[in-house]
């Protein structure tokens, strides 16, 4: 599945970029989210074939903190292009005659970037709450990678404001999101309405239905990973949230 994951991302990096009449922003968008994906995947899924290839269940503290940041980064990036990526379908649905002008690949870059830097901020924000923190010693970890909720579990020290923070951070990274999703989707459904065919309209809503299962996938099981890693949901539980 990892194999598929990346080379299918692959494809739809190479297939936009070969392609001259595929260097719109809508494409430019799904180019970088198959990035992400890629990255974000990686970031787990390697270290864990290896490990049950040499049968290996060791994990250095810096290998933990580099890849509890990098899982928070592309994730956050994921969230962030989503978000994007719905602001796009409404220019292009609601103002399609300014939309060239509006979606202009300044204004695309310029909202990639933001996005990496409100998740490298995020991590930041993270990575340096977790450093001051006491470990237990003979740590054993309840997942197959390093995630936040879990390595809080294993803190000897009081975690109640670092919790807090974990909390903060879901509510930030889904419901603001998903309110600048919400907001564009519903002058899309308005607009679409307002077409007169029938032929229209299912076109119309056609093309954002793949964008609305991917946000609906990736927002659920982002919430349950969270949830059930700091609340006293089982470790199998969070482990099958986190590879859905």
Avoid at 85 to 95: E, K, P, Q, R
Avoid at 97 to 103: K, S
Avoid at 146 to 154: A, F, W
């Amino acid at each position: 599945m990892y194999l598929v994951t990346v080379l299918g991302n692959l494809v739809i990096i190479l297939a936009i970029s070969s392609d001259s009449h595929l260097h719109t922003p809508m494409y430019f968008f799904l180019s970088n989210l198959s990035f992400v994906d890629i990255s974000f995947i990686s970031t787990m899924v390697p270290k864990m074939i290896v490990d049950i290839s040499t049968h290996g269940r060791d994990i250095s503290y810096v290998s933990c903190f580099t890849q509890m940041s990098l899982f928070v980064i592309f994730g956050s990036m994921d969230d962030m292009l989503l978000t994007v990526m719905a602001y796009d379908w409404f220019v292009a649905i609601c103002h399609p005659l300014r939309y060239n002008v509006i979606m202009n690949f300044k204004l695309c870059w310029l909202l990639v970037l933001l996005s990496l830097l409100i998740s490298v901020l995020f991590v930041l924000f993270h990575t340096s709450m977790a450093v001051w923190l006491s470990f237990c010693t003979n740590l054993e970890i309840p997942h197959f990678f390093c995630e936040l909720g879990h390595i809080l579990k294993l803190v000897c020290s009081d975690i109640f404001i670092n919790s807090i923070l974990v909390y903060l951070v879901a509510v930030v990274l889904g419901v603001v999101p998903l309110s600048g999703i919400f907001f564009p989707y519903t002058q899309i459904v308005s607009s679409v309405l307002k077409i007169p065919s029938a032929g229209g309209k299912y076109k119309a809503f056609s093309t954002c239905v793949s964008h609305l299962l991917v946000i609906s996938l990736f927002c659920g099981t982002g919430f349950g990973v969270y949830l059930s890693s700091t609340g006293a949901q089982s470790s199998r539980k969070s482990a099958v949230a986190s590879v859905m």
